[in-house]
């Protein structure tokens, strides 16, 4: 098996659904036949949380991150046929500083990542918000960036900034973005689905609708579609993994 796709599921911002994004999209890679690792690199731990990996409490990252303990003892499987969780705990907190301390500090997670290859064909790394050190390891790493947007004409700011962060020291990821939680009852939402897919290329006309099901992931414990496969998010979700596998 050749190398594994890495897709950093990233944004500025905190609360535009990459959690939700990146465990979706985890499980429809693995429905499809693919093995899937999921980093969780957010103290919050939502993606660890959300299939049921247990938190640990300390020493993980740092030490994967540092070289000090492999990436591969750390990975837990999941309850999901096919992926496994590289699981976040509260030492992601110190992990500017770790990375810091470290040579290379923008590349570390890389090469971390690079023994862990051949062993899964994607990799999905589900990033805290904001430009720190962390994020410049993901998307140092990354073959593609996938953002999610807020639905608003004001998400073309974040939009750009993740845009700039990319193309800073000349990183080459393929960059999708999309809208998500859209309610189509609301003019504004309306007018962003309608128009930032066709004014900016980066943007797929693939829209997340704002919607329950997203909310009981967390009861569940699962994706969506895994509950819910005909909800019009699960079929989302399918078509932006199959569009990111093309990126
Ligand atoms: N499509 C959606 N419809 C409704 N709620 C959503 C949707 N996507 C995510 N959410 C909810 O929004 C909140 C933030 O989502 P999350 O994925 O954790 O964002 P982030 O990782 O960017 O902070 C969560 O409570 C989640 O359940
Ligand atoms: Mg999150």
Redesign the pocket.
Known sequence: MSDSRVIAVF?T?????????AVNLAWQAAADGHRVLLWDL?PQA?ATWLLSVRQKLRGGAEAVLSGERSAAKAIRETSVEGVDVLPADASYRDLDIALDATKKSGSRLARVLKPLRDEYDVVIL?CP?GASLVAENALRAADVVLA?LAPSLLSLRSFDQVRDLLTEDGRDAALVAFL??VDRRKRSHRDAADELPSRVAEITDIV?????V??R??EKHAAIGAFAPRSE?AKAYAALWHRVARA
Not at 13 to 21: D, L, R
Not at 208 to 212: E, R, S, Y
């Open positions: 944004s911002k905190g609360g535009v659904g990459k959690t939700t994004t957010d939502a589900d918000p999610p998500t939680m997340v609708p704002f919607t329950v997203a909310e992931m967390g998010a």
